[in-house]
C-alpha cells in the first residue's frame, strides 16, 4: 500500500540539488553564457592563444627536445652557434648555442609562473587594504591612500627595477631556478598592488552608504560580516578583468626587466626579455630568428591576455554589456492576456 507521499516500489528517485547552490557561480558566469557575436569570438580567441602557452608550460619536457639551457648534443656535440632553423632546431640557435623552440616553450613556464605569483599576491595584499581603507576611513585610509600614491609618483618600470634590484639574492631558499622567478614577480607585485587598492576602495565607498548595508549595520552585523556578506560581493566584479588586463602588463614589464638585464637570469630559467637583448647585435647580421621568435611569443601571449581581459570587460560591465533580444509573439501575448488557451506549434 503506497500513500502520495511514497515513492513506488522499484523506483529511484534523483537526486535534488537545492536552488540555492552554486547560485553565485551561475550568476556570475551568466554574462558569459549569455555572449552573442563579436564579444564572445573575442573571447575565444583570447582563450585560444593563451591555453597555447599553457599546455607549453605544463608540457614544457615533452614539447621541447632539448632543454632551454641544453648546448651539446647526447653525443657530446655542440650545437651551431647562431645556427638557422633546421630539421635538428626548428627555430635555429642562439648565440649561446641554445635551442630557440626550448627557449619559447621553456620561457612560456617562466612568463606565466611570474604572471600568477604577481597576480594573485597583488590581489591578496590590494583588495583587502581597499576593502578595510573604504569602509572605515578615517586615519587609516588617509595613511594608506598616501601611500599608494607615492607607489603611483614612480614610473612603473622604474619602481620594478628599483624592487629587483633591491631583492636580489633574496630568495635563495626557494632554490636556484625559482629565486629569479620570485624576485621579478615580487618587483611586479609591487605595481600592481595600488590599482587594486584604488579600485575596490573607490567602489567600497559608494556601497557603504547603500540601505542594504545600513540595514546590515542597524540589525547588528559585526564590521567584518557586513564587508564579507554585504560589501566585497558587490565591489569584486571589476577584480577578473583588471587581473587579467595586469597580467598582460606583466609580461611587458617582465620582458623589459630582461632586456635591462634585471629580471630572470639566463642561468636561472628562460627568458623571452633577455633573449631579446641578446639578440639585439645579431638582427644587423641577417640573424632573425633570435629576435623575431621570442618577440612573437610576446605579442601572441600579450595579445591574448588582453583579448581575455577586454572581453571579460564588455561582458562583465552592466554599463557595457548587450543583452540578447529574444523576439516576441504578439499572438501568444494576446492570448495570454484573453486567457485563451495556447496551441503549441
Not at 585560444?48 to 619536457?61: E, M, T
Not at 612568463?111 to 578595510?132: K, T, W
Not at 630582461?258 to 626579455?273: D, I, N, R
Not at 633577455?274 to 645579431?282: M, N, P, S, T, V
Request: glycine content about 10%; aromatic content about 10%.
Amino acid at each position: 500500500m503506497t500513500s502520495e507521499f511514497m515513492a513506488p516500489a522499484g523506483s529511484v528517485e534523483a537526486p535534488t540539488v537545492r536552488p540555492g547552490r552554486f547560485r553565485g557561480l551561475r550568476r556570475a558566469l551568466a554574462p558569459i553564457g549569455e555572449a552573442r557575436g563579436l564579444p564572445k569570438w573575442v573571447l575565444y580567441i583570447g582563450i585560444g592563444l593563451v591555453l597555447i602557452f599553457v599546455v607549453f608550460a605544463i608540457f614544457a619536457p615533452l614539447i621541447s627536445p632539448y632543454n632551454f639551457d641544453q648546448y651539446l648534443t647526447s653525443n657530446g656535440v655542440r650545437f651551431p652557434k647562431s645556427g638557422a632553423p633546421s630539421g635538428s632546431h626548428i627555430f635555429g640557435t642562439n648565440i649561446r648555442q641554445e635551442d630557440v623552440f626550448a627557449h619559447i616553450v621553456y620561457g612560456s613556464r617562466t612568463a606565466l609562473e611570474v604572471i600568477v605569483i604577481a597576480v594573485v599576491i597583488s590581489m591578496v595584499v590590494g583588495v583587502p587594504l581597499g576593502l578595510f581603507s573604504g569602509y572605515y576611513g578615517g586615519p587609516l585610509d588617509r595613511v594608506l591612500v598616501l601611500i599608494m600614491d607615492a607607489m603611483f609618483a614612480f614610473p612603473s618600470l622604474l619602481l620594478a627595477i628599483l624592487i629587483a634590484f633591491l631583492l636580489r639574492g633574496k630568495f635563495g631558499f626557494f632554490g636556484a631556478s625559482f629565486s629569479g622567478i620570485m624576485s621579478a614577480a615580487i618587483s611586479i607585485t609591487v605595481i600592481y598592488i595600488p590599482q587594486y587598492f584604488r579600485v575596490i576602495r573607490n567602489s567600497v565607498i559608494s556601497v557603504r552608504e547603500e540601505p542594504y548595508v545600513e540595514a546590515a549595520r542597524v540589525l547588528g552585523a559585526k564590521p567584518r560580516t557586513v564587508i564579507a556578506r554585504y560589501v566585497l560581493g558587490n565591489v569584486v566584479q571589476n577584480v577578473p578583468v583588471i587581473a587579467t588586463l595586469n597580467a598582460a602588463d606583466a609580461l611587458l614589464t617582465l620582458a623589459g626587466l630582461g632586456f635591462l638585464g634585471y629580471g630572470v637570469q639566463p642561468t636561472e630559467a628562460a627568458e623571452w626579455g633577455y633573449d631579446l637583448q641578446r639578440a639585439l647585435g645579431e638582427a644587423a647580421g641577417g640573424i632573425w630568428w633570435t629576435s623575431v621568435y621570442p618577440g612573437l611569443a610576446i605579442v601572441l601571449l600579450v595579445t591574448g591576455l588582453t583579448l581575455v581581459g577586454e572581453s571579460l570587460n564588455d561582458l562583465l560591465n552592466p554599463v557595457l554589456r548587450r543583452r540578447q533580444l529574444l523576439p516576441v509573439d504578439r499572438r501568444e501575448m494576446e492570448r495570454s492576456d484573453a486567457g485563451e488557451p495556447q496551441v503549441a506549434s
